[in-house]
């Protein structure tokens, strides 16, 4: 409990040092002693609404302090003196002045206090009932019941006031109503009068003719009713309110089944399983019954009541008013949000719980009622998740035939509008937090931390296992330990590759990841990629015999330390053209399309966020594309929605090219095009480049339209349009008389700057071709410059003689270096063959004189030329990077498809006779061409079928005679054999699920089959034993198969295991369980736990995460993905557009996928064993294992 008040003491003895220097009071009193009845002589000092005392007059330090504010000061009585005292001293004490202060606080002790004069007795009263306040107080209090006094005199005549108008008001309408009435009766009255003095002498013929006329005008107006009233029904308005009243009855009616098949759910499903779960014996239990059934009563509660409405509004025909039951309805449909993020969850709850035959047999009970109509539990699930579109598309409807004049049309468009914002954030919180999600998870996993991970536009590409090679000086690789490097764990590393940076990682054994101290954060603005070494160079000579040309360099020159080069590993040839074609593309992203925006600086003025800015196209919505707010790694608005047209001119625009969009082009093209449309798109890009390529693309290069020579290009009449062009400006320098002199342009990319310019120096020779020169005074005239990658010298060619005797730097990949120089080779011929020259740096050369005039002999019809030039090039990179990703990571396309190969192949053969292709051009399509036409001479992969159909293996061995680690490995190949086997185009149109589904994707039936197959061998031999200590010892060997098949991230094989151990025919031998020890049982629950479907597979997929591979992940759970992302969302829209983002969901689970599928286990095939387990002949199926089940056990009487 706290006894004490901490305060600031100097601030206390700063405000006494002021109460003795300027206090408003100050003099001597006695105070009265709180323990006895004594007084002591103070020295008091007031200031402001502080009392300070003193020992002394002198003394620095006060003795005390009060607080004088609320308080009230009182004169008192001389207090009684006890005893007989000299009378002179009674006479002194009575003189005295006594006063008390009363403090306002409880329990605060009051201060008495007394003078020698009265005077200074009622001075010090009167200061010390200043400082309380109280006249402040008190006038506050005045003041405040005033204002509550004019509050409620106001509040009274407002109250008035509000009556008499009223009053005013109720009177002027009864007199208007009075008014109106004696207008009327003087009417009647008027019309009276004739009629009544008439009356009496009409003739009777005149009334019968009166008769006539009254008759027919009758008929005449009923008859011209009869023709409005037919005119107006044949009428356009009429015909739409039909159809309107048409659409809002279907909608009644559909509404009536939504809320029946409700009923069924919450009375037939729900309800009697919450009964079931809280029974002795609950084949379910309550949290299972309410992740299957999350918020489906609610649901219903909520449509019945809006189906009531309808029905009620109904009633009323034909005034049909709706929005307001709308308005009703729409704050209650985020209930849908909570009910879409479960649906996948609910469904593999319910696919776990059909593992238990009791729940199984009970399920099937409920649905075999006639009410369901032969309808599964999973078909009802489904129907909420259609109704919010559903509702969208009878709006449109409705709208569409409601007038804009009508009453309710702003509220069906505001009902309209909430439905439409409801259902993007329903699915961009399914497809657009992907890539977040797994940047997170990734950065959690990192011990140190990656900040760069937190950038939302960092998009993941791949992840994957890599061996890291020492390097030594000069990028020559060390020969010491090669030879055990790839053996040995010490070398492997867990690459990531992001749209900007490279992560390099090492895993400890707790499977956390920890970044590299040098080298563990590539950015991929500062790297150069090197694929194959230098055929020049003997120590990569020897490194290619010895890694089977399996290794690539990354180049590293970071801004502010010294290049150094990383040297990796991969598995595969396979693996290494995905690896290279994804770091490739995207150095390309950072760098080709950053230098492509700025390369007409001079003319255009247009740097990459204004010219993204500037077209509309890019980034606001139209008839044939929508976007999403996320932006992609080119900084551009991720598409949503597409035509085939613009999604095909996005993969050709020559401004960037997004690693992102290509991966998912490629992954899911054949949903909504085929591989002909996408080739001959290609195809056009490449042979018409100006025609092809849309007029906003080329803005880019012409921006201004000062020449005619621009307009000529594009009304596409120029004779330069065709292929077969003249060939560019030279590259050589001009010769002049001039000394040696340095140029330079500077070009600067806004993706990074704080990397630097990109500097293009060129050095003229003499003008002499007979002068002379020494090797320190300048480079030899030559006529063609080489390129080569290296750092700047800032101070200028001729300042550094000897960077003209290194060797030329090796040939590099289709991506552009950080720094770019004409390098003169004296007394050497340029070798187009080494010349790593990327397109976008050629072509920053060929325009380098831009920024700084036209050179000698350049016109401005030779600098369009050169813009031209330019435009094909990097057409021709464009083609050659798109066929490159696509040959090299969806080789599968070109096998099933020979004649897209062929047609791939022309064009390719095409490229190379272009006598104007750039050397690094002409090596891409020779690599290209190389990768497509060779065999698969790398596939040495066993096939299933190869191991089914040996014919000369041994006589396969029993259970008993294999260990557990020969069972793991094994099963693991056999599992991985089967896997990598499908291909990802069976991952398209949730073909598993149809009728047809052994000819659509014949691989993924393939690969349940073998789990099925797998699983009832396991089952099958446990139960072969008729003993029961033998069924134990079996039990604990598969478990400890399961375990060491978790070792090796088999987790299919685990699955596979404990799904035989969690079959009713083996679960239910209790007494076989008792045997079995402890250890295998803390096992078991620890294998289940990570396999548990709970969460989605939650744990599985954390596990998967942090797992090298390769590793064999459960099929299922991916399949249940790609379901939920087809039943949720279409392929195209009501307007015919691609659905891009599920595209891109869906992408992105394949991508996963085989990114298991390409790295291979290193076990060796074992006949004997495998035999074993392919033997159908030892499997039992399901019935005969539960009644032999039976036999071994049966059951207990009740």
């Given at each position: 409990?706290q006894?004490?008040?901490?305060?600031?003491?100097g601030?206390a003895?700063?405000?006494?040092f002021?109460?003795r220097?300027?206090?408003t009071?100050?003099?001597?009193?006695s105070?009265?002693a709180t323990?006895?009845?004594?007084?002591?002589?103070?020295?008091f000092?007031?200031?402001?609404n502080v009392l300070?005392?003193?020992?002394?007059?002198?003394?620095c330090?006060?003795?005390?302090?009060?607080?004088?504010?609320?308080?009230?000061c009182?004169?008192?009585l001389a207090p009684?003196?006890a005893?007989?005292g000299?009378?002179?001293?009674r006479d002194?004490?009575?003189?005295?002045?006594?006063?008390t202060?009363?403090f306002g606080?409880?329990?605060?002790?009051?201060?008495?206090?007394?003078?020698?004069?009265?005077?200074d007795g009622?001075?010090?009263m009167?200061?010390i009932?200043?400082a309380?306040?109280?006249d402040i107080?008190?006038?506050?209090?005045?003041?405040?019941q005033?204002?509550?006094?004019?509050?409620q005199?106001?509040e009274?005549?407002?109250?008035?006031?509000n009556?008499l108008r009223?009053?005013?008001?109720?009177q002027?309408?009864?007199?208007?109503?009075l008014?109106s009435?004696?207008?009327?009766?003087?009417?009647?009255?008027e019309?009276?009068?004739?009629?009544?003095?008439?009356?009496e002498?009409?003739d009777?013929d005149?009334k019968?003719i009166?008769k006539?006329?009254?008759?027919?005008?009758?008929?005449?107006?009923r008859?011209?009713w009869?023709?409005?009233?037919?005119?107006y029904?044949?009428s356009p308005?009429?015909e739409?309110?039909?159809?309107?009243?048409?659409i809002v009855?279907?909608?009644?009616?559909?509404?009536?089944?939504?809320?029946h098949q409700?009923?069924i759910?919450?009375?037939?499903?729900?309800?009697p399983l919450?009964?079931?779960?809280s029974s002795?014996?609950?084949?379910?239990?309550?949290?299972?019954v309410?992740?299957?059934?999350?918020?489906s009563?609610t649901?219903?509660?909520?449509?019945?009541?809006?189906?009531?409405?309808?029905k009620?509004r109904i009633?009323?025909?034909p005034t049909?008013?709706?929005?307001?039951?709308?308005d009703?309805l729409?704050?209650?449909?985020?209930?849908y949000?909570?009910?879409?993020?479960n649906?996948?969850?609910?469904?593999?709850v319910?696919?776990n719980?059909?593992?238990?035959?009791?729940?199984?047999k009970l399920?099937k009970?409920?649905?075999a009622?006639?009410?369901?109509?032969?309808r599964?539990l999973?078909t009802?699930l489904?129907?909420p998740?259609?109704?919010?579109?559903?509702?969208i598309?009878?709006?449109?409807e409705l709208?569409?035939h409601?007038p804009?004049?009508?009453v309710?049309?702003?509220?069906?468009?505001?009902?309209?509008?909430?439905l439409?914002?409801?259902?993007?954030?329903m699915?961009?919180?399914?497809?657009?937090?992907?890539?977040?999600?797994?940047?997170?998870?990734i950065?959690?996993?990192?011990?140190?931390g990656?900040d760069i991970?937190?950038?939302t536009?960092?998009t993941?590409?791949?992840?994957g296992?890599l061996?890291?090679v020492?390097?030594?000086?000069?990028?020559k690789?060390?020969?010491?330990r090669?030879?055990s490097l790839?053996?040995?764990?010490?070398?492997e590393?867990?690459?990531?590759?992001?749209t900007?940076?490279?992560?390099?990682?090492?895993?400890s054994?707790?499977?956390k990841l920890?970044?590299?101290k040098?080298g563990g954060?590539?950015?991929?603005?500062?790297?150069t990629?090197?694929?194959?070494?230098?055929?020049?160079?003997?120590?990569?000579k020897?490194?290619g015999q010895v890694?089977?040309h399996?290794?690539?360099?990354?180049v590293?020159?970071?801004?502010d330390?010294?290049?150094f080069?990383v040297?990796?590993?991969?598995?595969?040839?396979?693996?290494?053209?995905?690896?290279?074609s994804?770091?490739s593309?995207?150095?390309?992203?950072i760098?080709?399309?950053?230098?492509m925006?700025i390369?007409f600086?001079?003319?255009?003025?247009?740097s990459?966020?204004?010219m993204?800015?500037?077209?509309?196209?890019?980034?606001?919505?139209?008839t044939d594309?929508?976007?999403?707010k996320t932006l992609?790694?080119c900084?551009?608005?991720?598409?949503?929605y597409?035509?085939v047209?613009?999604?095909?001119?996005?993969?050709?625009?020559?401004?960037f090219?997004?690693?992102?969009f290509?991966n998912?082009?490629l992954h899911?093209?054949?949903?909504?095009?085929?591989?002909?449309?996408?080739?001959?798109?290609?195809?056009?890009?490449?042979?018409?480049?100006f025609?092809?390529?849309?007029?906003?693309?080329?803005?880019?290069?012409?921006?201004?339209s000062q020449?005619?020579?621009?307009?000529?290009?594009?009304?596409g009449?120029?004779?330069?349009?065709c292929?077969k062009f003249?060939?560019?400006p030279p590259?050589?320098?001009?010769?002049?008389?001039?000394?040696v002199?340095?140029r330079?342009?500077?070009?600067?990319?806004p993706?990074?700057?704080?990397?630097?310019?990109?500097?293009?120096?060129?050095?003229?020779?003499?003008?002499?071709?007979?002068?002379?020169h020494s090797p320190?005074?300048?480079?030899?005239?030559?006529?063609?410059a080489v390129?080569?990658?290296?750092p700047v010298?800032?101070?200028?060619?001729?300042s550094?003689?000897a960077a003209?005797?290194?060797?030329?730097?090796?040939?590099?990949?289709p991506?552009?270096?950080r720094?770019?120089r004409?390098?003169?080779?004296?007394?050497?011929?340029?070798?187009?063959?080494h010349c790593?020259?990327?397109?976008a740096?050629a072509f920053?050369?060929?325009t380098?004189?831009a920024?700084?005039?036209?050179?000698?002999?350049?016109?401005?019809?030779?600098?369009?030329c050169d813009?031209e030039f330019?435009?094909?090039?990097?057409?021709?990179?464009?083609?050659l990077?798109?066929?490159?990703h696509?040959?090299?990571?969806?080789?599968q396309d070109?096998?099933?498809n020979?004649?897209?190969k062929?047609?791939?192949?022309?064009?390719?053969?095409?490229v190379?006779?272009?006598?104007?292709?750039?050397?690094q051009?002409?090596?891409a399509t020779a690599?290209?061409?190389?990768?497509?036409?060779q065999?698969?001479?790398?596939?040495i992969?066993?096939?299933?079928?190869?191991?089914?159909?040996?014919?000369?293996?041994?006589?396969?061995?029993c259970?008993?005679?294999?260990?557990?680690?020969?069972?793991a490995e094994?099963i693991?190949?056999?599992d991985?054999?089967?896997?990598?086997?499908?291909p990802?185009?069976?991952?398209l149109?949730?073909?598993w699920?149809?009728l047809?589904?052994?000819?659509?994707t014949?691989?993924?039936m393939?690969?349940?089959?073998?789990?099925?197959?797998m699983?009832n061998?396991?089952?099958?031999?446990?139960?072969?034993?008729?003993?029961?200590?033998?069924?134990?010892?079996?039990i604990?060997?598969?478990?400890?198969v399961?375990?060491?098949?978790?070792?090796?991230h088999?987790y299919?094989g685990v699955?596979e295991?404990?799904?035989a151990?969690?079959?009713?025919?083996?679960y239910r031998?209790?007494?076989?369980?008792?045997?079995?020890s402890?250890?295998t049982?803390?096992?078991m629950?620890?294998?289940?736990?990570?396999i548990s479907s709970?969460?989605?597979?939650?744990?599985l997929?954390?596990t998967l995460?942090?797992?090298?591979?390769?590793?064999v992940?459960?099929l299922g759970?991916?399949l249940t993905?790609?379901?939920?992302?087809?039943e949720?969302?279409?392929?195209?829209?009501?307007?015919?557009l691609?659905n891009?983002?599920k595209m891109?969901?869906?992408?992105?689970?394949?991508?996963?996928?085989?990114?298991f599928?390409?790295?291979s286990y290193r076990?060796?095939h074992?006949?004997k064993?495998?035999q074993?387990?392919?033997?159908k002949?030892?499997?039992?199926d399901?019935?005969?294992?539960?009644?032999?089940s039976?036999?071994?056990e049966?059951?207990?009487?009740?």
């Amino acid at each position: 409990m706290q006894k004490s008040v901490r305060y600031n003491e100097g601030h206390a003895l700063y405000l006494a040092f002021l109460a003795r220097k300027e206090g408003t009071k100050r003099g001597f009193l006695s105070k009265k002693a709180t323990e006895a009845s004594r007084w002591h002589e103070k020295w008091f000092a007031l200031y402001q609404n502080v009392l300070f005392y003193f020992e002394g007059e002198q003394s620095c330090r006060p003795a005390g302090m009060y607080l004088l504010e609320g308080c009230s000061c009182e004169r008192a009585l001389a207090p009684p003196r006890a005893g007989a005292g000299p009378g002179g001293a009674r006479d002194a004490l009575d003189k005295q002045y006594y006063f008390t202060v009363l403090f306002g606080h409880e329990g605060q002790k009051p201060l008495e206090l007394r003078c020698e004069e009265e005077q200074d007795g009622k001075e010090w009263m009167e200061a010390i009932h200043q400082a309380s306040y109280a006249d402040i107080l008190i006038e506050r209090e005045v003041l405040m019941q005033k204002y509550i006094h004019l509050v409620q005199i106001v509040e009274t005549e407002k109250i008035a006031a509000n009556q008499l108008r009223h009053q005013l008001e109720d009177q002027d309408t009864e007199i208007e109503r009075l008014k109106s009435e004696i207008i009327a009766l003087n009417k009647t009255k008027e019309r009276m009068r004739p009629y009544q003095s008439n009356q009496e002498d009409e003739d009777p013929d005149i009334k019968k003719i009166k008769k006539v006329q009254s008759f027919m005008r009758g008929w005449l107006c009923r008859r011209k009713w009869k023709t409005i009233v037919q005119d107006y029904i044949c009428s356009p308005h009429a015909e739409s309110m039909r159809k309107r009243n048409q659409i809002v009855f279907t909608m009644v009616e559909a509404e009536s089944e939504y809320v029946h098949q409700l009923y069924i759910l919450v009375n037939g499903f729900l309800r009697p399983l919450r009964m079931a779960a809280s029974s002795k014996k609950p084949p379910i239990s309550h949290d299972d019954v309410s992740s299957i059934f999350l918020n489906s009563e609610t649901i219903m509660f909520l449509h019945e009541i809006f189906h009531q409405g309808l029905k009620a509004r109904i009633a009323n025909w034909p005034t049909l008013i709706l929005a307001d039951l709308f308005d009703i309805l729409l704050p209650m449909l985020n209930i849908y949000q909570e009910f879409v993020r479960n649906h996948q969850y609910s469904l593999q709850v319910l696919a776990n719980c059909k593992q238990n035959r009791d729940f199984d047999k009970l399920l099937k009970q409920y649905e075999a009622n006639p009410a369901c109509e032969g309808r599964m539990l999973e078909t009802f699930l489904t129907y909420p998740m259609f109704q919010i579109p559903r509702y969208i598309i009878t709006l449109h409807e409705l709208l569409a035939h409601t007038p804009h004049e009508h009453v309710e049309r702003k509220s069906l468009e505001f009902a309209k509008s909430k439905l439409e914002e409801l259902s993007r954030v329903m699915h961009d919180e399914v497809s657009d937090t992907e890539n977040i999600r797994k940047n997170l998870a990734i950065e959690r996993m990192i011990v140190e931390g990656c900040d760069i991970l937190l950038d939302t536009s960092q998009t993941f590409i791949r992840q994957g296992s890599l061996i890291q090679v020492p390097s030594v000086e000069r990028g020559k690789l060390s020969k010491v330990r090669l030879g055990s490097l790839s053996l040995k764990k010490e070398g492997e590393r867990q690459c990531f590759l992001f749209t900007k940076h490279f992560l390099i990682c090492t895993r400890s054994s707790g499977g956390k990841l920890h970044l590299l101290k040098t080298g563990g954060v590539l950015s991929l603005i500062e790297c150069t990629l090197v694929e194959e070494p230098d055929t020049s160079d003997d120590d990569s000579k020897g490194s290619g015999q010895v890694f089977g040309h399996l290794d690539f360099k990354i180049v590293v020159e970071p801004p502010d330390a010294a290049p150094f080069t990383v040297v990796l590993l991969a598995p595969s040839r396979q693996e290494k053209a995905a690896w290279t074609s994804d770091i490739s593309q995207c150095v390309d992203n950072i760098r080709c399309n950053g230098l492509m925006t700025i390369v007409f600086e001079e003319n255009s003025k247009v740097s990459v966020p204004h010219m993204i800015k500037s077209d509309a196209r890019l980034h606001k919505d139209d008839t044939d594309i929508c976007f999403s707010k996320t932006l992609n790694s080119c900084k551009v608005p991720q598409i949503r929605y597409a035509s085939v047209e613009r999604l095909l001119e996005r993969l050709t625009d020559l401004r960037f090219l997004s690693i992102d969009f290509l991966n998912t082009f490629l992954h899911t093209y054949r949903i909504f095009t085929t591989a002909a449309v996408v080739l001959g798109k290609l195809s056009d890009i490449y042979k018409r480049p100006f025609t092809s390529i849309p007029v906003r693309s080329l803005e880019l290069f012409f921006a201004t339209s000062q020449n005619s020579r621009g307009e000529h290009l594009v009304d596409g009449k120029s004779p330069r349009l065709c292929r077969k062009f003249s060939s560019p400006p030279p590259l050589a320098v001009s010769r002049t008389s001039s000394p040696v002199r340095a140029r330079k342009l500077s070009l600067t990319s806004p993706l990074n700057s704080r990397i630097g310019a990109l500097d293009l120096t060129t050095c003229s020779a003499s003008s002499s071709p007979t002068t002379t020169h020494s090797p320190a005074a300048s480079p030899p005239p030559h006529t063609a410059a080489v390129l080569e990658s290296a750092p700047v010298d800032r101070a200028g060619v001729e300042s550094s003689p000897a960077a003209d005797a290194t060797e030329p730097s090796p040939c590099r990949s289709p991506s552009t270096p950080r720094h770019l120089r004409y390098r003169q080779p004296g007394g050497q011929t340029a070798d187009n063959s080494h010349c790593s020259v990327s397109p976008a740096s050629a072509f920053a050369i060929a325009t380098a004189a831009a920024g700084h005039g036209s050179p000698p002999g350049f016109n401005n019809t030779e600098r369009t030329c050169d813009k031209e030039f330019i435009i094909r090039r990097t057409a021709t990179n464009r083609v050659l990077n798109v066929l490159r990703h696509w040959v090299s990571k969806h080789a599968q396309d070109f096998e099933l498809n020979n004649e897209l190969k062929m047609n791939v192949l022309n064009l390719l053969e095409e490229v190379l006779r272009d006598p104007d292709l750039l050397p690094q051009e002409r090596k891409a399509t020779a690599n290209i061409l190389r990768a497509l036409s060779q065999d698969d001479q790398d596939d040495i992969h066993l096939k299933l079928e190869d191991i089914i159909q040996l014919t000369d293996c041994p006589k396969a061995e029993c259970f008993e005679t294999l260990s557990a680690m020969e069972l793991a490995e094994q099963i693991t190949l056999l599992d991985h054999i089967v896997f990598r086997s499908i291909p990802y185009e069976e991952f398209l149109g949730q073909g598993w699920m149809k009728l047809d589904k052994n000819e659509r994707t014949p691989y993924i039936m393939k690969t349940s089959q073998h789990f099925n197959d797998m699983s009832n061998l396991v089952a099958s031999q446990i139960m072969n034993y008729a003993d029961i200590s033998s069924r134990a010892n079996a039990i604990e060997k598969w478990v400890a198969v399961a375990d060491i098949c978790r070792c090796l991230h088999n987790y299919n094989g685990v699955l596979e295991i404990t799904s035989a151990l969690n079959r009713s025919a083996i679960y239910r031998l209790k007494k076989t369980w008792a045997k079995v020890s402890k250890q295998t049982k803390a096992l078991m629950d620890k294998l289940q736990k990570t396999i548990s479907s709970e969460g989605r597979f939650k744990n599985l997929r954390e596990t998967l995460k942090n797992c090298n591979p390769p590793a064999v992940p459960y099929l299922g759970m991916y399949l249940t993905d790609l379901a939920f992302i087809e039943e949720g969302t279409p392929n195209f829209t009501e307007e015919g557009l691609v659905n891009f983002s599920k595209m891109r969901m869906i992408s992105h689970i394949i991508r996963e996928i085989r990114q298991f599928q390409q790295t291979s286990y290193r076990i060796d095939h074992q006949p004997k064993v495998t035999q074993y387990l392919l033997d159908k002949a030892l499997i039992i199926d399901e019935d005969t294992l539960y009644e032999l089940s039976l036999k071994i056990e049966p059951r207990l009487p009740a």
